[in-house]
Nanobody, 119 residues
Framework: QVQLVESGGGSVQTGGSLRLSCSASRSTFCMGWFRQAPGKEREGIAY???????RYADSVKGRFTISRDNAKNTQTLQMNSLQPEETAMYYC????????????????WGQGTQVTVSS
């Protein structure tokens, strides 16, 4: 089992920035972020492997940056130029075997942190 704890959500105006953080109870191969807006499916937005390989959803490329500190088992997501449609609950995710942006079995999940972008 892996416990994940997120922090850093909040409210921001259109075009603003937020930084999300996640702390894991132990090391995992893959760490990433998903988000779920009301009435919509949970979607993967970014991941990073323990070797530093990253991948982003097209909707956030160039605006979001994911990073991790393997020594501390933490990851962060820097989000810039936020838009109202990105209002959602953001979830830290981790898994041991592989990385992906698809919603699959095998992830460990944090409790989520709310991000609200107002126009």
């Amino acid at each position: 089992q892996v416990q994940l704890v997120e922090s850093g959500g909040g409210s921001v105006q259109t075009g603003g920035s937020l930084r999300l953080s996640c702390s894991a109870s132990r090391s995992t191969f893959c760490m990433g972020w998903f988000r779920q807006a009301p009435g919509k499916e949970r979607e993967g937005i970014a991941y990073i492997t323990m070797y530093g390989t990253t991948r982003y959803a097209d909707s956030v490329k160039g605006r979001f940056t994911i990073s991790r500190d393997n020594a501390k088992n933490t990851q962060t997501l820097q989000m810039n130029s936020l838009q109202p449609e990105e209002t959602a609950m953001y979830y830290c995710a981790a898994r041991q075997d592989r990385c992906g942006l698809g919603l699959e079995d095998g992830y460990y999940w944090g409790q989520g942190t709310q991000v609200t972008v107002s126009s």
